[in-house]
């Protein structure tokens, strides 16, 4: 299992490096950027040319994204102001060795400053990580919690109206997204257009500190509840169905007609056989769904309620065009994605022993 996982770490290398290279590439030819913006902030400051300019430097924040520099709308402004912008980005440099400064500089997690706010790309991310991994959390265990029960509901029930009446929901959760479901919440519940009895935005009251220990908790999950109800509704079908089906697999096979043969009581043969075996994939899958909801469900739910998570700042990233921190969160998420597959991968081996990745040559 060791050569497993040491070719697992490995293969992450080319992975990572194929991702940062086509984004990089792809941004390069996106127009706007850190020096057009500059440029277009000077050009409506009523005249000022020699306005100076802070941060930076060669191999400053942006450099290591991406931008035109071509600086299309800049006319009226000296050619040497124009330089010293590109000079405090980093676009100075030709494209080859921006790319060569941008791969060195991840490879020792060194991100580079947003050029937006001039802080860390790294302490920007650590600082919003909390929020949306709160927020995938609670939301895959809900799931979980939900989805397998009900899926073995419906198994042991399969084409009974309780099954057919529940596959109408599950069709209804598959179909339509949670940020459909998250703008209906707000306009029912939050003040949209009928009852005010839930946070429109925001993870905890301006007052939450100074609340005593017992109330912080419930203004929290007063806050959470809204966007974690969004995404349980948006993500819990495909589980389910997943758990049904599985269930159903493991009740067609050999042994579970030997136990009956053999007289266990059909509650024993369900839950103590059918139901260990049958929930192997879905207990293994935890890593996995956890960074599903985490990088697809998340972004515009905490875009909806206003929640300062890495899906919040990377909207609000892509709409200023900074795009080291658009790139940095991405590097992130895509190293996230990749340990929690291999986790995934282990967790199949923890619980189902007869696994075996090295004997497959995987």
């Known amino acids: 299992m060791t050569a497993y996982i040491l070719r697992r770490l490995l293969l992450m290398v080319p992975t990572l490096l194929g991702i940062i290279t086509l984004n990089f590439f792809i941004i390069q030819a996106a127009p706007g950027g850190p020096v057009d913006r500059a440029i277009a902030q000077l050009q409506g ?36 102001v124009i330089e010293r912008i590109k000079k405090q980005y980093g676009f100075d440099r030709p494209i080859h060795e921006r790319y060569l400064l941008l791969l060195g500089n991840y490879a020792t997690f060194n991100l580079g400053n947003s050029s937006l706010s ?53 069709i209804v959760g598959n179909a339509i997204p949670s940020f459909l479901f998250a703008i209906l919440l707000v306009v029912l519940f939050a003040g949209g257009s009928y009852w005010n009895i839930f946070p429109r935005q925001g993870l905890v009251s301006p007052d939450w500190s100074s609340l005593p ?22 993500g819990f079908a495909t589980l389910t169905m997943l758990t049904k089906n599985s269930f159903l697999d493991e009740i067609r096979k050999q042994y579970v007609q030997t136990a009956r043969a053999k007289g266990l009581s059909e509650r024993r043969v369900l839950y103590g056989h059918v139901f260990r075996n049958s929930m192997l994939i879905v207990i293994a899958g935890f890593p996995a769904a956890f960074i599903a909801v985490l990088f697809t469900g998340s972004l515009l739910i905490e875009v909806i309620f206003s929640l300062d998570g890495l899906g919040y700042l990377g909207f609000n990233a892509a709409i200023n065009r900074d795009y080291s921190l658009i790139f940095g969160t991405l590097w992130v998420f895509s190293l996230l994605g990749l340990i929690m597959g291999l986790i995934g991968d282990l967790m199949y081996v923890l619980v189902d022993p007869r696994i075996d990745f090295e004997s497959r040559g995987a």
């Open 213 to 234: 220990l017992g109330e912080k908790i419930l203004d929290y999950f007063w806050h959470m509840a809204l966007p974690i109800l969004a995404m349980v509704i948006g």
């Open 118 to 170: 001039g802080q860390p790309v790294l302490d920007a991310i650590i600082s919003k990580l909390p929020v949306s991994v709160s927020l995938g959390l609670w939301t895959t265990l809900l799931i979980y919690l939900i989805s397998i029960p009900l899926g073995v509901a419906k198994a042991v029930r399969d084409g009974s109206r309780f099954d057919i009446a529940t596959s109408s929901v599950v």
């Open 45 to 80: 400051r009523a005249g000022d040319p020699t306005a100076r300019f802070s941060g930076g430097g060669e191999g400053g924040p942006s450099a290591q994204a991406g931008d035109t520099g071509t600086s299309r709308g800049a006319r009226g402004i000296p050619p040497e």
